[in-house]
C-alpha cells in the first residue's frame, strides 16, 4: 500500500520550461519535504514544509518554489529547469514525535530535461 | 559546517557473513540519527534509528552503534543476504527536521 506517492514517475521536460512533480501522502504526517538526488549522490533537502509553515534551504536555488495546499499534498515547480536540473526528485514526510521521527520517501520522480 | 560522510564507498561481502557501514559525523549538536536502505530505482527506505542519549539499538539483523566521544555512526547487518544489497545512508537530524544524509556506501553481497 503506497503511503507517499509521487507523480509522475518520470517527467521529461524541455529546457527552460516550467514543469510540477507531484506528491500525496495517506499518513496524515505533518511534516512534508522534498530533496533532489542526482546519480550515485545522497539526496539533498531542497525545503520542507511543518504543517504551513515553508522552510527552505539556504542552499536552494530561487528556480525551486513548493506549494502545500493541503496536508495531503505538495507539489515542486520548477520555474526554468536547466540541464544541471536533471535528477530524482524525492518527496518524503515524517510525523513530529517529540522533535524526531523518519522519513517516509515516495518513489521518486527522475525528471530529464532536454 | 554541518557534515555527515562515509569512510567506505563499496562494500563486498559474502553471503551469510555480518557487514559494517560506517558513517562519521561533525555536527556535535545533532541529537538524531537515521540508517537509510535505497535500492535501483526506489525511495530511501528506513531501517533503523538511534538518539543521542543512547550508543547501541538493535533491530532485526540490524544494530546501530553511536560513539559521540568520535562522532561514529555505525550500521551492522548480521548475516547479509542478497536482498541487503544496496546503497545506505546515515542521516543525522539537529532539530528542526533538517536531515541531512551522508555520502552512501554502496553493499554488494556475493552469494
Known amino acids: 500500500d503506497a503511503m507517499v506517492i509521487q507523480n509522475p514517475r518520470y517527467q521529461v521536460t524541455q529546457f527552460g520550461k516550467p514543469v510540477t512533480l507531484s506528491c500525496s501522502q495517506t499518513?496524515?504526517?505533518?511534516?512534508m519535504y522534498w530533496y533532489q538526488q542526482k546519480s550515485s549522490q545522497a539526496p539533498k533537502l531542497l525545503f520542507h514544509y511543518y504543517d504551513k509553515d515553508f522552510n527552505n534551504e539556504a542552499d536552494t536555488p530561487d528556480n525551486f518554489q513548493s506549494r502545500r495546499p493541503n496536508t495531503s499534498f505538495c507539489f515542486l515547480d520548477i520555474r526554468s529547469p536547466g540541464l544541471g536540473d536533471a535528477a530524482m526528485y524525492l518527496c518524503?514526510?515524517?510525523?513530529?514525535?517529540?522533535?524526531?521521527?523518519?522519513?517516509?520517501f515516495g518513489q521518486g520522480t527522475r525528471l530529464t530535461v532536454v | 559546517g554541518e557534515s555527515v560522510g562515509l569512510h567506505l564507498p563499496t562494500l563486498s561481502v559474502q553471503e551469510g557473513d555480518n557487514s559494517i557501514i560506517n558513517c562519521a559525523y561533525s555536527?556535535?549538536?545533532?541529537?538524531?540519527f537515521i540508517w537509510y536502505k535505497q535500492e535501483s530505482g526506489k525511495g530511501p527506505q528506513f531501517i533503523i534509528d538511534?538518539?543521542?542519549?543512547?550508543d547501541k539499538r538493535q533491530g532485526q539483523r540490524v544494530t546501530v552503534l553511536l560513539n559521540k566521544t568520535v562522532k561514529h555512526l555505525s550500521l551492522q547487518i548480521a548475516a547479509t543476504q542478497p536482498g541487503d544489497s544496496a546503497v545506505y545512508f546515515c542521516a543525522e537530524d539537529t532539530g528542526g527536521f533538517k536531515t541531512i544524509f551522508g555520502a552512501g556506501t554502496r553493499l554488494f553481497v556475493k552469494a
Open positions: 555536527n556535535s549538536a545533532s541529537d538524531y
Open positions: 538511534i538518539r543521542s542519549n543512547m
Open positions: 518524503a514526510t515524517s510525523r513530529d514525535q517529540g522533535g524526531m521521527g523518519e522519513a517516509f
Open positions: 499518513l496524515n504526517h505533518n511534516v
